[in-house]
């Protein structure tokens, strides 16, 4: 299910947004290509670049940030006109360095997010118990850029 830059839309993207924002939440963690999710989330990597083994030259990397960015903007534009302005969640105090439980485990998605995303922007649809959020993350400088699409349940996300 993931593009490389350039190949969506952000009408397409918001065709993936709209099909996997109104899928059931599975009852046990469970992984489909470029999606996967467990009790109370969905994630799915939206459009990725290309890998950096090869060519990690500031050129390529500034490249595929740009169309990476473009892309969110593209379909942050249009989450924003169906459900209105997002909120900014700062995903760092999910990855538990601010507590002294060493058993910590942050609930998903933001366990999963917070290892790749600094911030996420989140939409919350009217008339659901749901939210949406998009962030691009890089798990390793050498891997892809991702543009990531996630939704979990409204009590999963303080607010």
Do not use: K
Request: hydrophobic share 45%; charged share 20%; glycine share 8%.
């Amino acid at each position: 299910m993931p593009t490389q830059h350039l190949t969506c839309s952000a009408d397409e993207l918001m065709h993936v947004v709209d099909s996997v924002h109104a899928m059931p939440f599975p009852s046990q963690e469970e992984r489909a290509a470029d999606r996967w999710g467990g009790p109370g989330y969905h994630v799915v990597v939206l459009v990725e670049s290309q890998d950096f083994w090869e060519d990690r030259s500031s050129e390529t990397v500034e490249e595929a940030e740009e169309s990476i960015a473009a892309d969110f903007a593209g379909l942050a534009v249009l989450l924003t006109e169906r459900w209105g302005a997002p909120e900014a969640v700062d995903l760092a105090s999910y990855l538990g360095l601010d507590f002294p439980d060493p058993d910590f485990e942050a609930p998903e998605p933001m366990g999963f997010l917070s290892n790749l995303a600094g911030s996420m922007q989140v939409w919350r649809p009217p008339a659901s118990d749901r939210w949406v959020a998009l962030a691009i993350g890089q798990a390793d400088p050498e891997w892809p850029l991702q543009l990531l699409a996630a939704f979990g349940e409204g009590s999963a996300l303080p607010g």
